[in-house]
């Protein structure tokens, strides 16, 4: 199942084209095309699953005779990789001004890597299969906070469904699942996006999902906007998601979130907003415009 993509991708045609640049732009991770040299240059500090999943992922696609180059700065730990890379051929390293570049020459896959995370997950009295990867939101099993959000939410036949910040799609899917939704899910994360089609498939459900930075690029409305909302990317992600959320809703439309309990959202939201459960961790909250 492809992924409709509306947010970073077209940002990046755009730029290669006003710099008069002859280069294709794809989501990585599905990326088609053959290549010789892969250039990666992780966000300072990203976690070692990541980095280590990109790169034997980069490795794999690469193959034997392929170059993999990895930079960053010394700070940020990049020589902690040279041992996995040196795992998958001939490897060299050199670093100026507090940057190290770490370059190997690709003769085998590593072992035990690189393999998408599976693991099934029951909600709402239904059992699906998911893949997930590394940097994903809790890869490795459903999020109790989502769990929370999921047994909360309730949706009649015909109705239009948004999983906002969808992840690897557990909301979206568990709803296409029970009900006679085909839930819209959108992440800006392209990888997210693309797990959530994915998961789809898997399951044989009918839905899609869309690459989208808040609502950017969708111009659909919704009778229900789900979401457990990404509470460390700051008010201005938050303002972007939730406050815009209202637009995108149809008459008589809810969002409903959920987020840690000590947490207070109500600012983003407007309308009547109520509480409709409260456990240990979570909070999931509805507000009716
Ligand atoms: C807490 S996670 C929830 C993921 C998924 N719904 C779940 O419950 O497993 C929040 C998600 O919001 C996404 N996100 C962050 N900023 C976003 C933005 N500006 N637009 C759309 N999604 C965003 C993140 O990539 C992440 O997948």
Known sequence: ??????????????NLELNGVGA?????FHAEKEFDTAVYAPPAYESIDVVRDRLSSLVSAGGAGSEIVLCGSKKSGINRYS????????????????????KCEVESEAE?????????????????????????????????????LLEELTVEPGEEVLDLGCGYGAVGCFLSSDTCVSATMSDDDCLAASYAS??????????????SDAFHGIDQSFDLIA?????HAGDGVLRDMLTEA????????????????????????????????????????????
């Open 1 to 14: 199942m492809s992924v409709e993509e509306r947010a970073l991708v077209p940002h990046h045609r755009k």
């Open 24 to 28: 294709e732009v794809q989501n990585g």
């Open 83 to 102: 041992q996995f890379l040196s795992s998958c051929g001939d490897t060299e390293s050199f670093s100026r001004s507090g940057n190290v570049v770490v």
């Open 112 to 148: 035990g890597t690189g393999v998408d995370r599976s693991f099934s997950a029951s909600a709402r009295g239904q059992t699906l299969e998911f893949r997930t990867r590394p940097g994903l939101f809790s890869y490795g099993e459903l999020d109790a906070g989502t769990r929370t």
């Open 198 to 211: 994915e998961n789809l498939g898997l399951n044989g459900l009918s839905g899609q999902a869309l690459v």
């Open 227 to 231: 979401s457990n909302p990404p509470t």
């Open 246 to 289: 209202e637009k995108q809703l149809r008459e008589g439309g809810r969002i409903v979130i959920v987020h840690r309990k000590e947490l207070d959202l109500s600012r983003f939201l407007s309308g009547s907003v109520s509480l409709r459960q409260e456990t240990e961790g979570f909070k999931v909250v509805e507000a009716k415009p």
